[in-house]
């Protein structure tokens, strides 16, 4: 291909648009084809760069994972009371979600059918399961209610956060910032106003 | 095949087997020989009841569309103050999550790339707005909190709800009716215990 020579890519760009592809296609839907097709490359010079397809979804779910633990390494995740750690845990999530969302992508409908799917499927449990240990706490402490499960509340949480992957778009209406404090208001206070 | 014969399918009872399947390996990843060896049939009979793969996905579409739009015609939908009808509409599509969680996972993963999938998109867009409706009526009667945008709030409720199609199976530890109480609460009242 004559323009390749142009085009010096190097790994992360790579993996950049494989995972624009695979959030687009679904990663099952797509072929090394489209990947080249979308990095304007034959596929052989992707392979020359990459192993193959689930490589490439690796590093994505890596990245993804590692910005998400990163969160549980902040000051404000790690001092404070466990209410105003849990606040902030979950308005980090969803901002990492709206900056990372072709790889929070990957990762929210990752089916567990690969080797690197399943282990990204058990460090996405990890961070779950801190996470609700923390509102466990939480509710030991008097601070969240205690009439709903710690590990449902998680689950319904992150599924309200993992739900902007289906429909947020850059440059859409609504800025980034709004969603990150609605997830946090809905979650934590509700949306009935106080009387 | 001589089995064949013992096992007079009917067109619903395809529907449910190609729904279990759709859900399981994605609609796009499913193919016709799938559902045939899900329903220990061969092709030819499949063929014999629907014209192919959209037909049977268009029924689960339809199933699930019908009974969200059935809960928007119940009393407790169309009485009462705008506040309570959306406490009663979420809790149902909570339910009705649960109740035909394959026909509804099927709904929630939809991406548009047919004629079907479109006209589902269309229809779930059309109930959401009337849920959205609902929301900013509520908060002009004073009754939801108003630094949050109507929309947003329909998206992200919905997408609470929405969540449990990931991860939710029949026979799981937590109970349905866990499940929906904490949609609800968590959707109206968040997580906070009132000091």
């Known amino acids: 291909m004559s323009g390749e020579a142009r085009k010096p890519y190097d790994i992360d760009t790579l993996t950049d648009i494989a995972l624009r ?3 687009e296609r679904g990663y ?3 072929s090394m084809d489209d990947v080249a097709r979308a990095a304007g490359i034959t ?3 992707i392979y020359h760069h990459v192993s193959g397809k689930e490589a490439l979804l690796d590093r994505g779910l890596t ?3 590692d ?3 990163a969160i549980l390494d902040e000051p404000q995740s790690l001092e404070g009371s466990a209410l105003s750690r849990l606040r902030h845990i979950t308005g980090r999530v969803a901002e ?3 900056l990372m969302l072709p790889e929070l992508t990957v990762l929210v409908r ?3 059918s690969s080797k690197s799917e399943r282990a990204a499927l058990e460090r996405r449990r990890s961070f779950d399961r801190t996470f609700s240990e923390l509102i466990a706490e939480a509710q030991r402490s ?3 209610r205690t009439d709903l499960d710690a590990r449902l509340i998680a689950r319904l949480i992150f599924g309200m956060s993992n739900s902007v992957v289906e429909w947020y778009r850059h440059g859409s209406s609504i800025a980034e910032g709004a969603v990150v404090r609605a997830v946090v208001a809905i979650g934590f206070d509700g949306i009935v106003r106080p009387q």
């Open 21 to 23: 592809v695979f959030a």
């Open 28 to 30: 099952d839907g797509a």
């Open 43 to 45: 596929k052989a010079s």
């Open 63 to 65: 990245r993804a994972l």
């Open 67 to 69: 910005a998400l633990f």
């Open 96 to 98: 990492i979600t709206l």
């Open 110 to 112: 990752v089916s567990g």
């Open 142 to 144: 008097g601070a969240v």
